[in-house]
């Protein structure tokens, strides 16, 4: 089992910028995937970005495509999610998760999630 824990969320103004961590315990870290999702109040879970176990692929969801960027340190145990040029439109709950197959973007092919972190972005 794989335990996940999220932090650097916050309140920013609109155009700023977070970065999220994602630290994992409980097995090896490189080997898996992992994924970031987000969910606003009212709103399903969406799907944000993903990562490979080695890095070598990143996805996005257009609405973040070029301006979210996702990486990962082994070494560490870390995921993290730069957030740059934010909308009040990213506010959510962001959450990660881990995968070992499957298409990234669909959330029923990961297996541990976190407790989410929550990002407010005021216009």
């Known amino acids: 089992q794989v335990q996940l824990v999220e932090s650097g969320g916050g309140l920013v103004q609109a155009g700023g910028s977070l970065r999220l961590s994602c630290a994992a315990s409980?097995?090896?870290?490189?080997?898996?995937?992992m994924g970031w999702f987000r969910q606003a109040p009212g709103k399903e879970r969406e799907f944000v970005a993903a990562i490979s176990w080695n890095a070598a692929r990143t996805y996005y969801a257009d609405s973040v495509k070029g301006r979210f960027t996702a990486s990962r340190d082994n070494a560490r145990n870390t995921v993290y999610l730069q957030m740059n040029s934010l909308k009040p439109e990213d506010t959510a709950v962001y959450i990660c998760?881990?995968?070992?197959?499957?298409?990234?973007?669909?959330?029923?092919?990961?297996?541990?999630w976190g407790q989410g972190t929550q990002v407010t972005v005021s216009s």
């Open positions: 409980g097995r090896t870290f490189s080997s898996y995937g």
């Open positions: 998760a881990n995968i070992y197959g499957g298409s990234y973007s669909d959330s029923r092919n990961y297996q541990s």
